[in-house]
């Protein structure tokens, strides 16, 4: 049992720094394509609103991909006989999220406000979680665990009913909460990092290996992404990391823990829902480089924004602190209540 948790280890680490080279190699040099063929956006948070390169999901895409090549190649090579990927498992969780990525990027290159309409970012997720349901019906997923009470059998409404919605909410919800530099990224970076550590005491090798690509392409996306950002993450890696956490939470069948676990984005949800999705995260900007919350409000960002000075980078940094606590008690209830 442990020679098979340090092999989970270590082709995990092997993926995650594949990922992670293959982004600090690309993305300086795509950033310089991207803003060439004038793919750029205002840095809203930023009183000159300087123009900063969009499309930051094209980096992220060829680096997640090609990690994963690499390491399959590398995987059947020298370990054929070592069949601890789940190839079913593998290509449903691929396929769905290269679906929701390339939704994500019709997105980015109509552009901000221009693109995809709020009904088509409902119904195209909706369409695009039939690989899930497919998966879960062949695999006989069928109840849903609630800590302290049990399994709760729901039989075919499991499939055809909560796996849609499910996906559809987790990734139109992320969507939801950004506008900030790093944001978006950093928060994703400690959610996936978690489920992670899920994936690792619950003997998932598959799901392991594809979060181990994820991660490291965040995290070198980060280093691009942060205050002062030289490219914006755009809807390609919004969308995938809401639908990554939802297929993750399927797949684990930890669908009330992971939903602890983007406790943030519920709550956006929530309070964009009373004020019916029309307002924004942002702020306004002052001369001190501190931001006011907008007074009509609308966004989790404004009601933390009422309660102290900030910057943007503080700000940031505040959402950080509030994701690593859940994180923090997401990963004790799971030992207490899971493992």
């Not at 991909?65 to 969780?93: A, H, P, T």
């Not at 939704?103 to 406000?113: Q, T, Y």
């Not at 994820?214 to 639908?243: C, E, Q, R, S």
């Amino acid at each position: 049992m442990i020679e098979y948790l340090l092999f989970y280890f270590f082709m995990f680490l092997f993926v995650f720094l594949i990922s992670l080279f293959l982004m600090f190699k690309i993305t300086p040099k795509l950033i310089d394509i991207i803003k060439a063929n004038n793919f750029v956006g205002k840095d809203m948070n930023k009183l000159n609103t300087p123009l900063v390169a969009e499309l930051g999901g094209v980096p992220v895409l060829i680096a997640f991909v090609l990690s994963l090549l690499i390491f399959l190649l590398f995987y059947f090579i020298l370990f054929r006989g070592v069949m601890l990927l789940n190839i079913l498992e593998f290509l449903i969780i691929i396929v769905t999220l290269l679906f929701i990525i390339f939704l994500g990027l019709v997105d980015d290159i109509l552009g901000w406000k221009k693109g995809i309409s709020q009904i088509q970012h409902f119904l195209f997720p909706l369409l695009l979680s039939v690989p899930i349901i497919v998966y879960t019906i062949l695999v006989g997923y069928s109840s849903i665990y609630v800590p302290i009470f049990g399994v709760v059998s729901v039989g075919v409404i499991y499939s055809w009913l909560f796996v849609p919605i499910a996906l559809t909410a987790t990734t139109n919800s992320f969507n939801l909460l950004a506008g900030y530099n790093g944001l978006e990224t950093g928060l994703g970076i400690f959610i996936f990092l978690t489920i992670s550590i899920l994936a690792f005491f619950s003997n998932n090798f598959t799901l392991l290996i594809i979060l181990g690509a994820w991660l490291g392409a965040l995290v070198g996306f980060l280093k691009f992404n942060k205050y002062p950002a030289k490219i914006f993450p755009g809807d390609v890696i919004t969308l995938a990391n809401g639908a990554f956490a939802g297929i993750c939470a399927i797949i684990l069948k930890m669908e009330i823990l992971i939903a602890f676990l983007i406790l943030l984005y519920i709550i956006e949800f929530i309070i964009k829902a009373r004020h019916r999705f029309k307002t924004e995260c942002f702020g306004i900007i002052q001369k001190n480089k501190t931001i006011l919350p907008n007074p009509k409000g609308g966004s989790l960002i404004h009601l933390v924004l009422r309660r102290g000075k900030f910057t943007e980078k503080s700000l940031v940094n505040r959402f950080y602190i509030f994701q690593i606590i859940i994180s923090i008690f997401t990963i004790l209830f799971y030992f207490l209540f899971y493992f």
